[in-house]
């Protein structure tokens, strides 16, 4: 009934940049707080940043300063620009996303994640 899907990720040398997207489709009514989570290999996954829906922003500590996060709610979009990228910020990323969908004849709130990406900073 409603998805996440991604894009962006890639290989990029340290110092580069990069932007993930990941848009929200389906039977949407509302969304609320939406955000980027990653994971690195042998490390549990963690908040990399967070947006409500009246544009109130959370960043993990070691991203503040390089890395943005926006969205567009006329698309349902969500967005992480990453600059000065580190080796260190090598993982998968995820979407997530608060939603209230419209299915089934009722109002569902639900938590939903977009499938990982890959980001490979070399050094």
């Known amino acids: 009934q409603v998805q996440l899907v991604k894009s962006g990720g890639g290989l990029v040398q340290a110092g580069g940049s990069l932007r993930l997207s990941c848009a929200a489709s389906?039977?949407?009514?509302?969304?609320?707080?939406m955000g980027w989570y990653r994971q690195a290999p042998g490390k549990q996954r963690e908040l990399v940043a967070s947006i409500t829906s009246s544009g109130s922003t959370n960043y993990a500590d070691s991203v503040k300063g390089r890395f943005t996060i926006s969205r567009d709610n006329a698309k349902n979009t969500v967005y992480l620009q990453m600059n000065s990228l580190k080796p260190e910020d090598t993982a998968d990323y995820y979407c997530?996303?608060?939603?209230?969908?419209?299915?089934?004849?009722?109002?569902?709130?639900?938590?939903?994640w977009g499938r990982g990406t890959q980001v490979t900073v070399s050094s």
């Open positions: 997530n996303a608060d939603i209230v969908g419209y299915y089934n004849r009722k109002y569902n709130r639900d938590n939903y």
């Open positions: 389906g039977s949407i009514f509302s969304i609320n707080a």
